[in-house]
């Protein structure tokens, strides 16, 4: 099992990069950085990483196909990518309807197939060809990035909740984020997606990467800790598929009762009807040995990589939260 943390470039980059430098020392094999909201530039962030770091790989995790054209994306990870001495990595997403998309006028239609065609164009530019494409979604006339890159096989991965978005993860991507599904029947729903999406492409699990996507903490007070998760898990359940929510064995008065609150109030209006069933089902979060136990029937099932979602304001805040899980979680997976 490999240990990653991701979280977003809200921090000035002297403290962010402060976050990063210590997961790198402490044995953290990734740092996600997501293009989401109108926080700072996660390109710009992740190559100022790069320059300061040995190691550790770096993730865009993630970008979108509706607020950025794929050669914009493919000529800034190649970018970083050289900076970086090939530690690049390239993640694409649906994006965040309700902070990103609907405030610059996109609706989040398609989400799947822009994603797909944002993969294959991306690889295609990285390997130095010329796009002659006109689709609903994209048009590149003509369009080759003006240099070759250092590496044309950037890893691509595609995270994702839903089940047509993994289904297009396993079949074209080289790993799959699966967002927050902890539960075995948020394993079953996740990894069957994957495996359709595998299948279709002749392809197996083992062919690639599957990382779980998750608040991960390890707590002394667990009643405190759940009750502070309460919004970022009525966010989940807000934006989430009725499908998914329905395959991981909640009601449809209970969805409809969040979704309401949700679309009128937000996270904070949401929270109060999480329970600890939700939390438990969408978080890794508790004493070390839960936290660890958790871990390790995730990776029975096939997850090769954690990757810890940091939440908190400061650079300290997150920087206690990854020496806690390197000290009390990671030593049992060496």
Not at 128 to 148: F, I, N, R
Not at 272 to 280: G, K, Q, Y
Request: charged share 25%; proline share 5%.
């Amino acid at each position: 099992m490999r240990f990653g943390f991701g979280f977003v470039p809200s921090l000035p980059p002297a403290d962010s990069l402060r976050v990063v430098r210590l997961g790198e020392r402490l044995g953290y094999e990734m740092a996600w950085i997501p293009d989401q909201t109108f926080y700072r530039d996660p390109f710009l962030v992740m190559a100022h990483w790069a320059q300061a770091t040995e190691n550790i790989q770096l993730m865009i995790g993630v970008t979108n196909p509706y607020t950025r054209h794929p050669a914009q994306v493919a000529r800034a990870i190649a970018t970083v990518d050289e900076m970086s001495g090939g530690r690049a990595n390239l993640g694409i997403g649906s994006g965040n309807r309700r902070e990103l998309l609907l405030p610059m006028g996109h609706e989040q239609d398609a989400a799947a197939a822009r994603s797909r065609e944002m993969l294959i164009l991306v690889r295609a530019l990285l390997r130095g060809e010329t796009l002659h494409h006109d689709s609903p979604y994209v048009t590149a006339k003509d369009l080759q990035l003006t240099w070759t890159p250092e590496r044309a096989d950037i890893p691509i991965y595609i995270a994702a909740r839903g089940a047509r978005m993994l289904e297009a993860a396993g079949e074209l991507a080289d790993g799959g984020a699966i967002g927050a599904l902890v539960s075995e029947d948020g394993l079953d729903y996740a990894f069957g997606a994957l495996e359709r999406g595998a299948a279709r492409a002749g392809r197996s699990l083992g062919d690639f990467e599957i990382v779980s996507w998750v608040t991960c903490r390890v707590v002394d007070d667990e009643a405190a800790a759940h009750e502070r998760l309460k919004p970022s898990v009525a966010h989940i359940i807000g934006g989430a598929p009725l499908s998914l929510l329905r395959a991981i064995g909640m009601k449809d008065g209970y969805i409809a009762d969040l979704k309401r609150a949700y679309a009128a109030g937000g996270p904070t209006g949401a929270a109060p009807l999480v329970t600890r069933r939700e939390i438990d089902m969408l978080t890794i979060v508790g004493s070390a040995a839960r936290v660890r136990e958790t871990c390790e029937r995730l990776a029975q099932r096939g997850v090769g990589q954690i990757g810890i979602l940091l939440t908190g304001a400061d650079a300290d805040s997150n920087c206690q939260v990854l020496e806690r899980i390197a000290r009390d979680v990671m030593p049992h997976f060496r």
